[in-house]
């Protein structure tokens, strides 16, 4: 059982920057392969982004591609997603998730089991 709380949300100017993280309050994330999503009505749930368990691969939405940057640190059992460069497309409720290492596909959320509750970032000026 892994539970899981995102945090750094906020309001940010177009242009600006945050740094979201994701920590798992409850059990172990380090054999989870992870990953980032966001959601803004009324649209569905789409990928932004994905790490595997050792950190070695990424994965990234092309609208995020070269602004968004993904990491891990397993000993502290929290993920981040430094996000650059923010427009108000960017606005959502970001969300975090773990997959099990191997299968399934890393932009498919149905392959992740447990997810965070959501952390808002609003780009507005």
């Known amino acids: 059982q892994v539970q899981l709380v995102e945090s750094g949300g906020g309001l940010v100017q177009p242009g600006g920057s945050l740094r979201l993280s994701c920590a798992s309050s409850?059990?172990?994330?380090?054999?989870?392969?992870m990953g980032w999503f966001r959601q803004a009505p009324p649209k569905d749930r789409e990928f932004v982004a994905a790490?595997?368990?050792?950190?070695?691969?990424?994965y990234y939405a092309d609208s995020v591609k070269g602004r968004f940057t993904i990491s891990r640190d397993n000993a502290k059992n929290t993920m981040y997603l430094q996000m650059n460069s923010l427009s108000a497309g960017d606005t959502a409720v970001y969300y975090c998730?773990?997959?099990?290492?191997?299968?399934?596909?890393?932009?498919?959320?149905?392959?992740?089991?447990?997810w965070g509750q959501g952390t808002q970032v609003t780009v507005s000026s």
């Open positions: 790490i595997s368990w050792s950190g070695d691969s990424t």
């Open positions: 998730a773990t997959k099990p290492p191997w299968g399934g596909r890393y932009d498919h959320p149905q392959d992740y089991d447990y």
């Open positions: 409850e059990g172990t994330i380090g054999t989870y392969a």
